[in-house]
């Protein structure tokens, strides 16, 4: 009896605590906190990046934690030998607050409940050659963005829009751009790098050029997709939006 009353002592010790703090005014609350307090290592937008020391918080998997509580004590305690600082000023409701914004800017998806399937995406990724100019895992070209970690940046309805409008909004890194030097030779590829002084880009067959500015008669800039916009039917698409969805560093 003695040792049945110990384990149930133990499980309840164990057990961690849950967020009191959920609501919609928690949220906006949390979302205070962290642009005063987070932003200059996180980025605005929570991203991290080239400006930003601090990791991606919208990806829905942190290093350190899984749970609520475990995002309550990084964040109250911060981490040992790297720059993040606990708030160990703040009050428990605002660092609770902090892991409720943060699960908030979570994409995850559950792929399952999305109407395509995951291994029909693949097989249509795979036919439709998109290997040639985009890497999964290591493998694939480099003409298009890596799609290896996709299923963490974007969400189903991006993914889709991608597919079937890819020019609808595509990132200077992906432009296509035309250079003509001044003896007349034309060398076009995607915009790698640019400044006040050089251009940089990669060719057709993803070898990288650089130019400097002065010595060219004409730079042309495309900012149109170079995929292809294929009417591709409704079925496809689903379960094309569905394997890229599954994309999220794990083994494809």
């Not at 792929?111 to 999964?136: I, K, N, Q, W, Y």
Request: include cysteine; proline fraction near 4%.
């Amino acid at each position: 009896m003695l040792l049945l009353v110990v384990m149930f002592a133990v499980g309840v010790a164990a057990e961690e605590p849950e967020n009191p703090y959920t609501s919609g005014i928690d949220v906006r609350m949390g979302q205070r906190q962290f642009q005063s307090k987070c932003t200059s290592c996180h980025g605005v937008d929570a991203t991290g990046g080239e400006e930003a020391d601090g990791p991606d918080l919208t990806t829905g998997r942190f290093q350190h934690a899984s749970t609520d509580a475990g995002l309550y004590e990084v964040i109250r305690d911060g981490i040992e030998g790297t720059s993040m600082r606990g708030l160990r000023r703040a009050g428990d409701q605002e660092i609770w607050q902090l892991v409720t914004y943060l699960r908030t800017l979570s994409r995850y998806v559950d792929v399952a409940s999305l109407p395509g399937s995951v291994e029909a995406g693949r097989g249509t990724f795979e036919r439709l050659d998109c290997g040639r100019c985009h890497m999964v895992g290591g493998r694939g070209g480099r003409l298009g963005p890596d799609l290896s970690r996709v299923g963490e940046r974007r969400d189903p309805d991006e993914l889709a829009e991608d597919l079937t409008e890819p020019s609808a909004e595509v990132a200077p890194r992906w432009w296509t751009v035309r250079v003509t030097s001044a003896d007349g030779m034309v060398v076009e590829g995607l915009r790698m790098g640019e400044d006040t002084f050089n251009l940089r880009i990669m060719d057709g067959e993803e070898r990288l050029r650089s130019f400097a500015k002065a010595s060219l008669r004409a730079v042309e800039r495309e900012q149109t997709s170079t995929m292809p916009a294929e009417a591709l039917p409704e079925a496809e698409v689903d379960n094309l939006v569905a394997y890229l969805a599954s994309l999220r560093g794990s083994d494809p």
